[in-house]
């Protein structure tokens, strides 16, 4: 049940922000949105509000806003017939078209940050604490050769080490080759032969590929003031956008595997696992998802907010609207698209399941 409640809650939150920031944006230019709906159709129930059904529906992991004038996943043609009504997506300047459009992942984007920057100064600031060991992977080749949670690296090559960035850049940039390391366990001294093994690995935001020896820092945690929490959230930010950015063009140049795309049922899972840890945990785990689901919602696929911006840019050079049967054909594309994708990320949910 925790896990359940978890998935509907963050999922729930992401996409009433993203559609909220299409609502607002509309609003603001004074353009008519008939349906706010959670989830996509068939309709279940709901609310009509002034001018807005507001609406659950039987789809969910989704949802969308109904602006009138616009071709959306509705697919609803009808009201494209005849001349653009003042209170039409289609009769507003091109810029305030791509404001709307774009406002979905802006939101998506703040909620983020606004998690970063609570998280940082309920939580303080996570730094290495000097050369002190806190985790050792198994089976890699620190484990091998005995470290243990609380040794302290001493020297690596007989060169003394300061801190944990002059210990990781040695290790990164020697892959495959002999470091003599020597560690402090109590009073004793010891010493080892290590390899460190080739692995790809994160370094602020850039997925990079160097030596690894398989061990974790002790942290240390440093109270922030609210102004550094704003900038220190705006690294985090930044590095993990960096990072989605640079996964998902890996994703789209063929240079990731298509098993790496997860589903409803790995976030599910990872939703579940964050909730065990308390909701700090579990906001934690929104923010980063938001900030995915803001980037995926910019990529060039019909249907997605990309999609619709792609059509404005196009529309924008040619200065003439595409014809109804055009973007009709368009979406249709993307729907079909959209749902071979939902599909191969629910087959690779699955493996993982089967063969974790």
Known sequence: ?????????????????HELGHFL??????????????????RLFGKTIGET?????????????????????SLDQSQLTGPPKPWEFRSKK??????????????????????FVVSTKIHGIEKPKGTWIGGVVPGKPA?????????????INGKPLENWEELTAIVHASPNKPLQVEWARG???????????????????????????????????????WGNAFGEAGKNFYYLSK?????????????????????????????????????????????ILS??????????????????????????VLRRELSVKVKMLIQQVGIALIIGIMLLALYNDVLRLVRP
Not at 30 to 42: A, C, N, Q, T
Not at 291 to 296: D, E, I, R
Not at 297 to 316: A, C, S, T, Y
Request: glycine share 10%; with cysteine; proline share 4%.
């Open 243 to 287: 990072l989605v950015l640079v996964s998902f063009a890996k994703l789209v140049t063929g240079q990731e595997s298509l098993k790496s795309i997860a589903g409803p049922v790995f976030i599910a899972k990872m939703a579940g696992e964050s909730a065990r840890f308390g909701f700090g945990a579990l906001f934690e785990f929104m923010a």
């Open 53 to 73: 059904d507001y609406c659950i529906s039987a789809v969910p992991f989704g949802g969308y806003v109904k602006i009138s004038g616009m071709i959306d996943e």
């Open 25 to 42: 944006m509309a609003k603001l230019f004074k353009i008519r949105v008939e349906r706010f709906s959670l989830g996509f159709p068939p």
């Open 94 to 115: 091109w810029s305030q078209k791509c404001l709307v459009i774009l406002a979905g992942s802006l939101m998506n984007f703040l909620l983020a940050y606004t998690i």
């Open 291 to 316: 900030l995915n689901l803001a980037v995926l919602n910019l990529f060039p696929i019909p249907v997605l907010d990309g999609g619709h911006l792609v059509i404005l840019m196009i529309e924008g």
């Open 187 to 225: 009073d004793s001294i010891l010493s080892a032969i290590m390899i460190p093994t080739k692995e790809k690995f994160v370094y602020k935001g850039d997925i990079r590929e160097g030596g690894i020896l398989g061990i974790l820092s002790q942290i240390e945690i440093h109270p922030v003031s």
């Open 1 to 17: 049940m925790t896990t359940l409640w978890a998935t509907i809650f963050v999922l729930s939150i992401l996409v009433l922000i």
């Open 143 to 155: 484990e091998k050769a005995g470290l243990r949670i609380g040794d302290r690296i001493l020297r």
